[in-house]
Each structure stands twice: as structure tokens, then as C-alpha cells.
């Protein structure tokens, strides 16, 4: 067996880098293949790994977790470039481009997708959130045509596709016209540990980015003086500065033992945002904390009412101050969190993963 790993970029840490994190850590010898990467933003999960990158990496301003983005149109350029590896199997982790990557005949690929490419599929919400060079943006409308259809060309290569949630499974099924397998992300539950105190704390932990809502939750929290602790970087953490009440504590980028910390440490974790998916709940689950998540997306396979958080139904302040009040009047039963989060364990990715890539 000769395993080779891709994923689209390691520039910024997210959930999808997690879930490659634990991928690297089962198959440590497997290269990885990817566009570029970031050495300063890049884990100590990492250190040891065999990446390759392509010809991107040398481009001005490619490990700029903003400045990336402006090379869009090449990625897909990047990766046909990678000369096919001498491998008999493939994980390729993609929400863009890495799907793109040539293979050998006989490679058996298995792709798992975070999202279908976001800016050709859900192209409103991405570009008008997340690419602010006005250029860029009307030129990829301009072209969103051909590029889908060589999106579905490249998703329809691959032997399997793997979903990250229903939520996703349905969107392949919708713009790729393909089946797939649903396996949620890993989650390193074994990392947490239940902790029944609280220091009256809210609590979010995410990449300060247009779609993920923070802003709401800076509104509700500004408003009612409850206390929230922000944890993450990102480009619209100037804006939500500005809009922030003296209850409100922007932490930036924090190690993955602080933000254990804060997990434990708070009373509730928000999800404001219509994820793929979303790990940080499980995360906060695995501490035995509940969950006000917006009731869309992934959070509704993670997260649920009454026994592990609850959710608002509308992507606005006055819905989620609504959703406080109702878990501040409810008890949680810590150890019923923890247990629910179980199922989510990296232990049960990586044996649902090697069944499909070995079959």
C-alpha cells in the first residue's frame, strides 16, 4: 500500500486542517500535497510532515491568510501541474482545488470534501463576504460558467466522495450529480475532559470571517452586558472591535491548551454561523458545555436541543439573545453532553475513513 495525502492549502488552521491533522497522524509517511503553505500559521501537528507544494508557494503574499485568496483563478493551474504520484491509494481533503490533482491510472482516489467550492456553488455568499478586491470578484462571475463545469469534471473524476454532514452530502448530490458517504470530521474528544464549573462566560472560537456571524453575537452580547470571550483571528476583527461593548474580550489566536481552557472554563459555546459542519461545538460538547447554535447546517447534526444546546432560528441578535435566555433557564446534565459528543471521536473518523480508502 502507497498512500499519498492532498488538501487545498495549509495557510490558514481550521477545522479541515484538523481533520487532514489526524489523517498526517495515522499515516505519518504519506506526503502531503498541497498549493502552498504558511510555516508561521502552520501546527505542530505538522512539523514532521513530507509536504509538497507547487509552484504558488513562490507567489508574493501566498502565506497571507487575506492575501491568498487573490490567487483564486490559479489553484486550479497549481495542482494540475503535480506530476501524478507513484501511488496506489489517495485521500484527497478539498472544499476548492485539490480535487483537481492527476492521478495514476489504478490510484484509487477518495476525495472528501468540506463543501463543493464555495465560491462557484454558493458564489453570493462567499465573494461578497470573503473577497473584498472588487476586480477579482467580478471576474470570477464573469467566468463562473466554465469553472463550475470543470468543478463537477474534477469531482466526477475521483473514485469516491466523502461528505463531511448530510448538509454537504446533499450539495454533491445538487452541483456534482454524484453520490456520497457521509463521515463526520474527527474530533480529538479524548483532549477534553468535563468540567461542571463555569466562570459566567460565553464563549466562540472561530476564524473572524463575514459568514460566520460574529457580528451577531457581538450585537446580542453588546446589548445585554452578558460577558463574551472571542478566541480567533481574521479580517473583520477590526469591524467587530468597533461594534463591541466593554463585555465583550477579543483574545485573538490562542494555543490549543488555552482554548481547552476557555472551553472548560465557560458556561455555553456559540455557533452563530451555517457551517459545513463545525468541530468547535463537539469540542465544547466534549467538556460537558452546551451549544446555542443557529439552527442551520451542520450544527443540526451535532447539536441537540435540550440535550446537548439549543438553537435560534434566525441569523440575528434579537433570535440569539432569545436562545441565552432559554439555556440559562434550562439545567444541563454535563455528563449527557461528554457522552453525546463520543460519536464523534477521531477514533470512529479513522475507522469509518479506512474502511472506504481500503476496502
Keep these: 500500500m502507497n498512500l499519498v495525502l492532498a488538501h487545498d492549502y495549509l495557510i490558514q488552521m481550521g477545522g479541515a486542517e484538523r481533520v487532514v491533522a489526524t489523517m498526517h497522524r495515522r499515516f505519518p509517511s504519506a506526503p502531503i500535497y ?30 497571507h491568510h487575506t492575501h491568498f485568496k487573490k490567487y483564486l483563478p490559479l ?5 494540475r501541474s503535480i506530476t501524478p504520484p507513484d501511488a496506489t491509494h489517495a485521500w484527497i481533503s478539498s472544499s476548492t482545488f485539490a480535487k ?19 465560491f462557484l456553488w454558493q458564489t453570493d455568499e462567499y465573494l461578497d463576504h470573503e473577497v473584498r478586491h472588487s476586480l477579482l470578484n467580478r471576474l470570477v462571475r464573469a467566468f463562473l460558467p466554465p469553472l463550475r463545469r470543470l468543478d463537477q ?19 454533491i448530490r445538487q452541483f456534482y450529480g454524484r453520490e456520497s458517504e457521509v463521515i ?50 481574521g479580517p473583520y476583527r477590526a469591524d467587530l472591535e468597533k461594534m463591541a461593548g466593554p463585555s465583550i474580550e477579543f483574545l485573538g489566536r490562542r494555543s490549543d491548551d ?22 468547535t461545538p463537539v469540542e465544547a460538547m466534549a467538556c460537558g458545555k452546551p451549544v446555542i447554535a443557529l439552527k442551520k447546517g451542520g450544527a443540526l447534526e451535532t447539536v441537540v436541543e435540550g440535550l446537548s444546546g439549543v438553537f435560534f432560528d434566525e441569523a440575528k441578535p434579537e433570535s440569539l439573545a432569545r436562545a441565552v435566555e432559554r439555556l440559562e433557564s434550562t439545567s444541563w446534565n454535563a ?25
Aim: aromatic residues 12%.
Design 34 to 63: 498541497t498549493s502552498a503553505v504558511s510555516r508561521k500559521t502552520l501546527w505542530a501537528d505538522f512539523a514532521d510532515a513530507d509536504i509538497r507544494t507547487t509552484w504558488l508557494q513562490g507567489m508574493p503574499g501566498i502565506e
Design 75 to 79: 489553484y486550479p493551474l497549481a495542482f
Design 100 to 118: 483537481y490533482m492527476r492521478f495514476s491510472p489504478g490510484t484509487r482516489t477518495v476525495c472528501y470534501i468540506h463543501n463543493p467550492t464555495r
Design 153 to 171: 469534471t474534477a469531482a466526477r473524476r475521483m473514485d469516491v466522495l466523502v461528505a463531511n454532514s448530510r448538509n454537504v452530502q446533499e450539495r
Design 184 to 233: 463526520p470530521p474527527p474530533v480529538q474528544t479524548d483532549r477534553f475532559s468535563v468540567c461542571p464549573e463555569n466562570d459566567d462566560s460565553y464563549l466562540i472560537v472561530s476564524r473572524l470571517l463575514g459568514y460566520k456571524n460574529i457580528d451577531i453575537a457581538v450585537r446580542a452580547f453588546t446589548q445585554s452586558g452578558r460577558r463574551l470571550i472571542i478566541l480567533g483571528e
Design 258 to 279: 488555552e482554548v481547552r481552557d476557555h472551553f472548560q472554563r465557560c458556561r455555553a459555546f456559540l455557533f452563530p454561523g451555517h457551517e459545513d459542519f463545525g468541530i
Design 335 to 359: 455528563e449527557a453532553i461528554r457522552a453525546h459528543a463520543e460519536q464523534f471521536s477521531e477514533a470512529a473518523f479513522l475507522r469509518r475513513m479506512e474502511r472506504v480508502l481500503f476496502p
